[in-house]
């Protein structure tokens, strides 16, 4: 197990000037490797193909990327199942193209942010093997979660925990001697056992991990699932639901298998093992808890230093919620000394054009990805996502942006079933529409193959007929794109530190109006239907084209203006 951690030979490039704290008001743009380019032309995305395009992010004017996983995999669950924590999968490319990456950003005064998966490994993974053909009670078996099956015959599984992919999480093996044995745990597929993280071959295990990329200047790494390590002692029956939420009888901070008091020793021990490089390498949290003052405990001055916000991710177009998420999430991060982050879009969730483009909110309640046939208006969906990426883009604290959304992508929502790859999909025959849909890989040239994904023109999953229109060259052409949007309002935000700013709400008379102050910016969004006055004298952003006309606010648009100075706003 033993992983060689000498820095590179030829050393990382250097990183963009330290600044103290650089991440507490960054945007982090994510790119999903398998469909971000595709320097080799066989359908999948690959380190050559970012490397290559890098320029077009710091032209948007991002400060970091953050790659979700290029390591050797199985792909059973789009490379969160990984088989070696310290190379690059050959579909991706080489160590060396990743050193690249980490070149060609720095120099351009990007960071990045490498995804860690520490929660579960592949099956196919050496120590995984190893496990499987070592006796029940040994070392090796340890390092997961191997116990005896209930029943008569141990014919059932240990105890009743549900996979978050469908169906039992745990899965029975056959012993070396071809009986049938004990069984493990894995949250998610069969494929990705649970690592035991009260083994100490795992904690030493990913200390090497880390000190491994930390040597080939990552600037640091997005946590996986980072809630869900430690699990309760003795693995007690539950019966909630597979994500930890609460259901009936079972509220969701007693899930035995989230947020467990011990998972937080091992962040304070990354954490001390990161400043050993310097003060600029960070930990961002997935930890997908609610509400926000538990996920607010991963960022605790000795833990991580971002983690994701899921309640803004998954608040509705709604003046009120927005406004209570906005003011929740600054006063539980800000209550830790930690800045919030904002996101709208992942690889895990439907695009937030397309959610915001549904005609009736309960007609996909539940379950991953939209059906084909669900009622939608798309031009509402664009309009609301622009306005909505317009009030993100002025809130004080980081940003997390998903590749494609500065384009306006909305989901793919007809991609043929025998083409569909997420195991949400497959382990549950379909019910599940799953994660698809928001990976398709981006278009970059209207009119080349695949525009411009590759030359090839292949694609690992279909790229819609109609996306010519959606390409960055047309949108980069054109003043009142997608593109032009984000690009205005990053630089802006830049300039005017809004991201290091503070937020004062400022009186609207409608309710369904936000309006706050940040800094020189008066940001005000009209979330109801009519428009609604709005007077300044300078306007500094629009997030459609004459979204303010006769000092009036158009309905689904969003403002900045200079803020008049000793204005008589009143708090609201
Ligand atoms: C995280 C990832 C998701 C993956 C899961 C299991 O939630 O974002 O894509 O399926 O973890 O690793």
């Given at each position: 197990m033993a992983i060689d951690v000498a820095p590179r030979a030829d050393g990382p490039a250097d990183t963009p000037v330290p600044q103290r704290d650089w991440w507490r008001d960054a945007v982090v743009y994510q790119v999903y490797p398998r469909s971000f380019a595709d320097g080799d032309g066989d359908g999948t995305g690959d380190l050559m193909g970012i490397g290559d395009r890098l320029p077009a992010l710091a032209e948007l004017g991002v400060d970091a990327v953050w790659l979700s996983p290029f390591y050797p995999?199985?792909?059973?669950d789009g490379g969160y199942d990984v088989s070696d924590y310290c190379d690059v999968d050959p579909a991706f490319g080489t160590l060396a193209d990743l050193d690249r990456v980490v070149d060609v950003a720095h120099a351009h005064g990007l960071r990045v942010i490498i995804d860690l998966v520490p929660n579960h490994c592949s099956s196919d993974h050496p120590m995984f093997r190893a496990a499987l053909a070592a006796p029940p009670d040994s070392r090796e078996r340890a390092r997961f979660h191997f116990r005896d099956g209930r029943g008569e015959h141990g014919?059932?599984?240990?105890?009743?925990w549900q996979s978050h992919f469908g169906g039992s999480a745990w899965t029975r093996v056959t012993e070396p001697d071809g009986r049938p044995g004990q069984w493990y745990l894995h949250?998610?597929?069969?494929?990705q056992p649970d690592f035991n993280w009260d083994s100490e071959d795992v904690l030493t295990f990913f200390d090497e991990v880390l000190d491994f990329w930390l040597a080939r200047g990552v600037d640091g790494f997005r946590v996986d699932v980072a809630h869900a390590l430690v699990k309760a002692p003795g693995l007690p029956d539950w019966g909630g639901r597979a994500d930890g939420a609460s259901s009936p009888g079972f509220p969701g901070h007693e899930a035995p298998m989230f947020d467990q008091p011990g998972v937080h020793a091992v962040y304070e021990r990354w954490r001390e093992r990161l400043e050993r490089w310097g003060p600029d390498r960070i930990l961002c949290a997935e930890a997908n808890v609610a509400p926000l003052e538990r996920a607010a405990k991963w960022v605790r001055p000795r833990e991580m230093h971002q983690a994701f916000n899921f309640a803004y991710l998954h608040a509705p177009w709604d003046a009120v919620a927005l406004r209570r998420v906005i003011d929740e999430s600054l006063a539980a991060f800000g209550g830790v000394g930690a800045p919030s982050t904002w996101v709208l879009s992942n690889h895990d969730v439907v695009r937030h054009a397309t959610r915001f483009a549904l005609?009736?909110?309960?007609?996909?309640?539940?379950?991953h990805g939209f059906r084909a046939d669900t009622p939608l208006d798309p031009e509402r969906g664009e309009r609301r996502a622009r306005a909505a990426t317009a009030l993100m883009l002025a809130l004080p604290g980081a940003v997390y942006l998903y590749q494609g959304e500065e384009l306006g992508l909305p989901e793919v929502l007809d991609i043929p079933d025998d083409q569909r790859h997420d195991p949400y999909f497959l382990r549950s025959g379909g019910a599940v529409v799953g994660r698809d849909g928001c990976r398709v890989p981006i278009p970059w040239e209207a009119h080349a193959p695949a525009y411009g994904f590759n030359g090839s023109g292949s694609s690992w999953l279909p790229q819609p007929a109609q996306w010519a229109r959606y390409a960055r060259d047309v949108q980069g052409a054109e003043p009142t794109s997608t593109l032009a949007l984000y690009t205005h309002a990053l630089a802006t935000r830049k300039v005017l530190g809004l991201g290091a700013g503070s937020l004062r709400w400022v009186r609207a008379d409608e309710p369904a109006v936000l309006a706050f102050v940040n800094g020189e910016v008066l940001v005000v969004a009209n979330l109801s239907d009519h428009p609604v006055p709005a007077e300044a004298d300078e306007i500094v952003l629009e997030s459609v084209p004459g979204a303010v006309s006769d000092g009036l606010l158009a309905p689904d648009a969003t403002a900045w203006f200079r803020a008049p100075a000793g204005t008589g706003l009143t708090e609201g």
């Open positions: 995999s199985p792909q059973r014919e059932l599984p240990p105890n009743d949250l998610f597929d069969p494929t005609v009736d909110a309960a007609h996909v309640a539940h379950g």
